[in-house]
């Protein structure tokens, strides 16, 4: 089997930059490990794809996008009126476990932990790096949200998300051991 390579272990290994002022108040790095997988369904087969998942991911999907369920060690999160992400483990065998359970004709069952990168924005001007290039209004979120990471967000949509402790570009994020970076 392949093994997962990072996309930016380079760019982090020439280390950080001082800002104008000689100190660093941004972080950027990437949060490793973890799996992830998206479910879909056609309009017409949303509520059989819930019904087969529901017993396998020991929960009901969010019934709203930009929501998070937490089940055991995973995260269900609603990226769309009838897309799902799940964020689980790095060894976690639930890809196969639902490919097993959700017929062609109801939905799809797409592992994509190798196709994405979690970048991770830490520090007071985040959210300001963020607005440049995420077509999502942060300027509304407040200072206590700011300082307390929800379990898990993606960009776009994250009605939870902290974005100026930690956020992401296109992926999802959550609290993990193996994260690594510089600053």
Sequence with gaps: MLERQSAIASAL???GRDG?????RLKLGEQRGGSLIQLAAFASTLSQLEQAAAPLLGAA???E???VVVAGPRQLLRTGPEQFWILGPAADDLAARLQGAIDPSIGAV????H??????VEGAPARELLIQGIPLDLHGMSS?????PSPACTTPPCSSCAAPRTATRSSPCAPSPSRSGNG
């Design 13 to 15: 290994a020439k280390g």
């Design 61 to 63: 999907l969010p019934t």
């Design 110 to 113: 797409t592992p994509l932990s």
């Design 65 to 67: 996008v930009g929501k």
């Design 144 to 148: 206590a949200r700011a300082s307390s």
């Design 20 to 24: 104008a002022d000689g100190r660093r």
């Design 115 to 120: 196709s994405r990168t979690r970048i991770i």
